[in-house]
């Protein structure tokens, strides 16, 4: 069982930035392929960035491509969120699979969520 703890979320001007943190607990990750996903009202589900815990690989979607990045701690995920826009306003939510693929996160474990929201 992996427990994920995500925080680092708040309001922000468009243009800013903010770095969204998970905190991993319960098991280790070395195994496992984490991302980022985002859910703004009315919307579907949208996965953000993908990374696979031990070899390091990366994945970003198009939509954010440029302006967002995933990286790792020694049991955290970040996602460092770079020149927002008011239509990344949404709540983010951390995921983690067991022998995982990064490009596709299905959710075996999911965080509380937090919210980023971006004002004009």
């Known amino acids: 069982q992996v427990q994920l703890v995500e925080s680092g979320g708040g309001l922000v001007q468009a243009g800013g930035s903010l770095r969204l943190s998970c905190v991993a607990s319960?098991?280790?990750?070395?195994?496992?392929?984490v991302g980022w996903f985002r859910q703004a009202p009315g919307k579907e589900r949208e996965f953000v960035a993908g990374f696979q815990w031990s070899a390091g690989y990366t994945y970003i979607a198009d939509s954010v491509k440029g302006r967002f990045t995933i990286s790792r701690g020694s049991a955290t995920v970040y996602l460092q969120m770079n020149s927002l826009k008011l239509e990344d306003t949404a709540v983010y939510y951390c995921?983690?699979?067991?022998?995982?693929?990064?490009?596709?996160?299905?959710?075996?474990?999911w965080g509380q969520g937090t919210q980023v929201t971006v004002s004009s």
């Open positions: 319960g098991r280790t990750l070395s195994s496992y392929a």
């Open positions: 995921a983690a699979d067991p022998f995982g693929d990064y490009r596709k996160i299905r959710g075996d474990y």
